[in-house]
Structures are given as structure tokens and as C-alpha cells.
């Protein structure tokens, strides 16, 4: 097995759609870019190959080999992760947009920030990034002038 950094406990459930079988996870998984992949080990089986996809209030994996799916129904495993935790920093550009317009971008929970930063990051040229950071400068609240 390549080298683990970090090893997660993880259960969910076995779903299907029309491209396959799916880990359906019990519990979002936090801190993970999406479309990672990692090792799942399952009790008594080697570990397989997985793609991870994490959505605003799901994760699923998505098994390399789909011969390995587990049978339908509940399941528990560990997930070696060999990239760890990742954190989405904010790009500069963003942080000053919104210092300059001053407004207060701590009020965006997670999956706000999330989606605030993919929008971002899928700009395909300047003149787009721009007017994306545009927009989410203008939908964040202004700061509070007493602090």
C-alpha cells in the first residue's frame, strides 16, 4: 500500500446510478478536496482503489474497479488518505476585493465557502474572475463599523 497519511474510519451505505456503483458515506467528509483518490479497506478484502467525491452536504466514493463493490447494504471501513487534509485557502485577489469594499467574508459557513470558491476558481479568463469576485464581494454583509 503507498504511503498513508492519514487513515479515516468511515461507514455508509451501497447506492447505484447509471454510472455505477457507489459508497454512499454516512457522514460528509470535511477537509478533502473532491475528486481525490485513496485506498478503501474493507473487513476481510485488499484494499481497493477509490475516487472521492465530496458534494455540499454529501460524499460518495467511487470504487476504481467496480468488481470490488461490497454487497448492497450497510458497510464500515477505513479510508487511507495519502494526501491528508487540504484546506482552500482564499485567493489574494478575493481577500482584498473584500477588505477593499469592506466587507465581512467570516459570515460564509463552509459549503458557502466552498461554492463561493469553485465559482472562483472555474473563471475561464480574467475578465470573468473578476466579475466573480464582483458578485460574491456584493452578496457578503458589509462590516460591522463598531468593530
Do not use: C, K
Not at 492519514?6 to 478533502?32: C, F, K, M, W, Y
Amino acid at each position: 500500500m503507498p504511503e498513508t497519511i492519514q487513515r479515516l474510519p468511515i461507514t455508509g451505505t451501497v447506492a447505484a446510478d447509471s454510472n455505477g456503483t457507489l459508497l454512499v458515506l454516512s457522514e460528509r467528509l470535511d477537509g478533502h478536496d473532491t475528486f481525490l483518490t485513496g485506498q478503501l479497506q474493507l473487513p476481510d478484502a485488499r484494499p481497493v482503489q477509490v475516487q472521492i467525491l465530496s458534494f455540499d452536504d454529501v460524499t460518495v466514493l467511487r470504487l476504481r474497479d467496480p468488481s470490488h463493490a461490497p454487497p448492497a447494504g450497510p458497510w464500515a471501513g477505513i479510508l487511507h488518505l495519502p494526501h491528508g487534509w487540504r484546506t482552500r485557502s482564499i485567493p489574494d485577489d478575493l481577500v482584498n476585493a473584500v477588505r477593499a469594499a469592506r466587507r465581512d467574508l467570516t459570515v460564509l459557513d463552509e459549503a458557502e465557502r466552498r461554492y463561493a470558491l469553485t465559482f472562483l476558481a472555474e473563471a475561464s479568463n480574467p475578465a470573468i474572475r473578476q466579475a466573480r469576485i464582483d458578485a460574491i464581494v456584493t452578496a457578503l454583509p458589509a462590516v460591522d463599523s463598531a468593530s
